[in-house]
């Protein structure tokens, strides 16, 4: 009896050991990658666009026009912020989300346009431009860099919430993963006189009568039988209550079915089961089932 109840324990330890593994690793993806994003947008905002802004003459723009370079700055700062808490996260929430985010991209452009759109200088004018180059718009070299700065930022950040999408999907499949486990082993037997229940790689038959009482584990249920070793397998109360006749068992408890024939005598706030010598409580909801 005890190698008995020692190897259905060893399974039932091995399939949630199984299970909090896998919570544990999708735990450990979300966090890998939140602190992996944030390093990025750090790097990316402290180191890579500061040097990319200096590879213009950005401190003759600034000598001549301050406030202008300043909230041009401010600006690419603001459209990479947007892009990684607004704009790539909505994208992903469907069609609508799709939508928003186009409309949101629509507003960030046309403010760019704006910004561009102030006429600082003129640009100069080369004499030795003819043919197709002399009809081409005249785009000074400030308007240059900053929709070069705007086109990397865009592209930088929708790479950066494309590769966090792709982890909260893995993230999510393992989640499901792990919940798409059935979350019970018990079926009705074939004819419907008794439980069909898998435990480990085994298929067993335990007949209605055999059973005395069926006791709620977290996600496991233990069977007492009678005058035969108990059961351990992973199910819940509530779906072996679905299979379980209720003309031959009784819920008494919000952790306990009980067969009616195995009830010895009950209180108000006991039963008690002589086969298996034991009292176990009476829920005061189920005590009128009796």
């Not at 999708?26 to 990658?33: G, I, L, V």
């Not at 607004?86 to 346009?113: C, D, H, N």
């Not at 008794?194 to 298929?203: A, E, P, Q, T, W």
């Not at 072996?240 to 009784?250: G, M, N, T, Y």
Request: charged residues 15%; hydrophobic residues 45%.
């Amino acid at each position: 009896m005890v190698e008995f109840y020692t190897k259905y324990m060893f399974t039932v330890t091995k399939v949630k050991g199984k299970r909090i593994f896998l919570r544990n690793l999708q735990r450990f993806f979300a966090f890998y990658m939140k602190r992996l994003c944030l390093i990025i947008d750090l790097v990316f905002c402290l180191v890579v666009l500061p040097l990319l802004i200096c590879i213009f003459p950005v401190e003759r723009w600034f000598h001549n026009f301050p406030v202008y370079t300043l909230c041009a700055g401010a600006w690419l700062y603001a459209v990479y912020a947007l892009n990684r808490t607004l704009v790539i996260p909505v994208m992903f929430r469907g069609a609508k989300g799709v939508v928003a985010a186009l409309l949101l991209s629509g507003a960030i452009i046309a403010v760019t346009g704006g910004i561009t759109g102030v006429r600082l200088y003129a640009p100069h004018v080369y004499p030795y431009d003819t043919g197709f180059v002399h009809h081409l718009p005249m785009v000074a070299q400030y308007q240059q860099c900053i929709w070069s700065l705007f086109v990397i930022i865009e592209c930088f950040s929708a790479s950066i919430g494309v590769m966090l999408w792709y982890d909260l999907k893995k993230s999510e499949w393992l989640l499901s993963s792990v919940n798409s486990t059935p979350n019970t082993d018990i079926a009705p037997s074939v004819p419907q006189s008794g439980l069909s229940i898998k435990v480990g790689r085994r298929n067993m038959n335990i007949a209605f009568d055999e059973i005395v009482m069926v006791e709620a584990m977290e996600n496991y249920v233990k069977l007492h039988r009678k005058n035969q070793p108990t059961i351990i397998t992973h199910s819940t109360l509530k779906a072996v209550a679905e299979i379980l006749p209720s003309d031959q068992f009784v819920r008494v408890h919000r952790s306990y079915i009980v067969a009616r024939g195995s009830i010895t005598s009950h209180t108000s706030r006991e039963v008690y089961l002589a086969e298996l010598d034991t009292y176990i409580p009476l829920g005061r909801k189920y005590g009128l089932t009796l």
